[in-house]
């Protein structure tokens, strides 16, 4: 079974790629109604998190995005020459 990082914590994901990809599909969903009370804004980087176990160009964007917010929460964001 495949598991996914996500903060500090793993996560199981379902073992077959078709079922990956509609739990992924449908916590982007969800995370894209997370103004409304039962589902949340926290659902959306979960869903992407889900998705990179399978596509690669989701999987490289998720990369680039863990790699940006690593160097922003140590302060050595190098567009600003830090």
Do not use: Q, Y
Request: avoid cysteine.
């Amino acid at each position: 079974m495949a598991t996914v990082r996500f903060g500090n914590k793993r996560f199981k994901v379902p073992g077959s790629p078709a079922m990956r990809r509609v739990t992924g599909a449908a916590l982007v969903g969800g995370g894209v109604l997370g103004f409304l009370p039962v589902l949340g804004f926290w659902m959306l980087p979960l869903g992407v998190v889900v998705l990179s176990v399978d596509s690669h160009p989701v999987r490289r964007v998720r990369r680039r995005t863990e790699v940006w917010w690593g160097r922003r929460r140590n302060g050595r964001d190098e567009r600003f020459g830090g």
